[in-house]
């Protein structure tokens, strides 16, 4: 039973992490129709940086929550800014183009990114500090660090601000005029392109925090640390309904859940012949089967038909 409960609360943790990007996607997705597949690059250029400002401030004294702290906001306006570019510079001048021209760019972008860091941080991994104490919590036999706590509940917060800013706001109205029809949200005053930017910059900021609590909670930043998460979370918004917020969440949590249940069972499961290393297998089959009984999602998809 401490198993279990220790596989529960990883598989929690390893979802909230997901959810935090699949969010961006799924944001993206509901507005233009376009899976950024840079974005989890986007996550890796957020660990980076707040690597190279903690190791820098490393000296100075200051404990490492505030260490964390200075190098979010950093971490956060370097990786808006990129999102803000690449949806300039790649995706814009594609807006009208066949579907599979803005995805071609997007993976290309991907491998830009990821290549760019290799030649400014090395390919090397780089162990992240540990920056918030490292005593765990006993939840009766099992334990849970002050970065998972962080991480569950940044996450729940997330999502609260992200649904009040999509049903309460003006911005959020913009979003889901833009999403259903821009041309039409166009004459009534409603700026396509601003809305378009706002959210990319919107989906970089939940990167740029995955990336710092991916990096936290797992000691190391590289510039390939981007490109399985950002998978997963893509899958975790398919699964859950792409263009759902709360289905983004949900398909996230699940999936951390098949995975981490996969990984603590699959031994026992298979008499030995697969290892932990194949608990990936659980979480593409499980998505195969909602996606062949249900392709819409778990939740169902909130896209709007556009006229």
Not at 130 to 144: K, M, Y
């Amino acid at each position: 039973m401490d198993i279990f409960i220790q596989q529960i609360i990883n598989g929690l943790v390893l979802g909230s992490m997901y959810a935090l990007v699949a969010l961006g996607y799924t944001m993206v997705y509901g507005i233009i129709n376009l899976i950024n597949f840079a974005h989890g690059e986007v996550l890796m250029i957020g660990a980076l940086i707040s690597w190279t400002v903690v190791t820098a401030m490393a000296g100075s004294g200051m404990p490492g929550w505030l260490l964390m702290l200075i190098s979010l906001p950093v971490a956060i306006v370097i990786c808006c800014t990129l999102n803000f570019t690449i949806e300039k510079v790649a995706y814009k001048p594609l807006r009208n183009a066949p579907r599979l021209a803005p995805l071609i760019t997007a993976i290309g972008m991907s491998l830009l990114l990821q290549t760019l860091a290799m030649i400014i941080w090395k390919p090397n991994p780089k162990p992240y500090p540990t920056l918030l104490p490292a005593e765990p919590f006993d939840l009766g036999g099992a334990v849970i660090s002050v970065t998972q706590i962080l991480i569950l509940g940044l996450t729940a917060v997330i999502l609260a601000a992200l649904t009040w800013l999509v049903n309460r706001t003006k911005l959020g109205r913009a979003m889901r005029a833009t999403a259903e029809n821009p041309r039409v949200a166009a004459l009534m005053g409603v700026k396509p392109d601003f809305v378009i930017s706002a959210t990319f910059v919107i989906g970089a900021a939940l990167a740029a925090v995955a990336g710092i609590m991916w990096a936290a909670n797992y000691g190391t930043v590289q510039h390939t640390m981007g490109f399985i998460p950002g998978l997963k979370a893509f899958t975790a918004a398919v699964l859950g309904g792409i263009g759902n917020l709360a289905g983004a969440v949900v398909g996230a949590l699940l999936l951390g859940l098949v995975e981490a249940l996969g990984a603590g069972y699959l031994g026992e499961l298979t008499g030995g012949v697969l290892g932990s290393h194949y608990a990936d297998i659980f979480a593409f089959v499980t998505l195969i089967l909602v996606l062949t009984l249900r392709p819409q999602g778990l939740l169902g998809e909130r896209v709007a038909d556009r006229a």
